[in-house]
């Protein structure tokens, strides 16, 4: 009955949150923003939304912040395996190749700030004691800080490429309308799943950071893959891409908002599969930001770049399942 019940949540958090991703594609056009800024704005929110909702749930009512967290780190790992399906679907060459220097410099700023999280997590674990600022992670801070700033580095330099993937006709004010009543929709829906997420834990004793972050956080990636394939189609690779990265550095954005609804640091709270689970995806951002600049190219649908970021993605969910 439980699976039947995460079938439907999942069904209906992954419509609803296409949704959103598609008004908020539509009102960046109408605000004028590049597309690159796409990625980073509001179709990183639209995609990220779920994880916002799902994992402050978990954390902040269910008491499980190995769900929380692990929707988080299972959505950034998921989102990376996703582009091997991406290097398929779009031809002979690598995907990776033909982005533009502003999602480069995402996919570096995506791997700062999640190695900032990991070896946070780790000094932590060692009992180092590092200052905290009202409750929160003196590095929960840092990292705010640092999005920020990844932010305006982006706008400086914004690429002024576009591509038409969604039109419409509708006023502005209705598109609005759609956007915020889409959000208060999958926020439910992202409450609903969380709490379906404990009652796998209850049914099958799997650990909490395996539920989290492989079906929480396959769940919550389904509307980037939508999405990212949307843009492909309609012959934006980098926006296919980007929205990958820049889902990617949202979810990291999304630690310290979990650190917030914590009795005390939550990167002070991981368990060793937590940690783990940050490794691989720091591992793969990673590999991720090394193929991004290799200039080296191939006539292969798929390549050893997004093949490699699969397999060890489909690695560190097996080891995730025997750690308990």
Known sequence: MVWLEFIACSSLMIFFAYQLCKEGVILSRRTHLEEGLIGMFFLALGTSFPEIATGSTAVF???????????????????????????????????LLKVSRINRLTGVFALVLLFVVLASAVLRS??????????????????????IGCLEVVRRINTRERAEIYR?????????????????????LGMWLARVGGKIVEATHMSQTFVGTLFLGLSTSFPEMIVSFAALRAGSIDMAVGNILGSNLFDVFIVPLLDGLCEGPILGM?????????????????????????KRDTTRRINWDTGLIFAVGFAGFVLLYYVR
């Open 270 to 294: 991981l368990t060793p599969g937590q940690i783990i689970a940050t490794a691989v995806a720091v591992l793969l951002c990673a590999f991720t930001v090394l193929a991004l600049f290799f």
């Open 168 to 188: 419409t006709e509708e006023s502005f004010l209705k598109i609005w309308s759609k956007f915020i009543f889409l959000l208060l929709i999958v926020m439910l």
């Open 126 to 147: 060692a009992g180092l004691s590092i200052p905290l600022f009202k409750g929160m992670g003196v590095e929960s801070i840092l990292i705010a800080c640092m999005y």
């Open 61 to 95: 009512f269910l008491d499980r912040i190995g769900l929380g967290y692990g929707d988080i780190v299972g959505s950034i790992i998921v989102n990376l395996m996703i582009l091997v399906w991406l290097d398929y679907y779009e031809g002979k060459g690598r995907i």
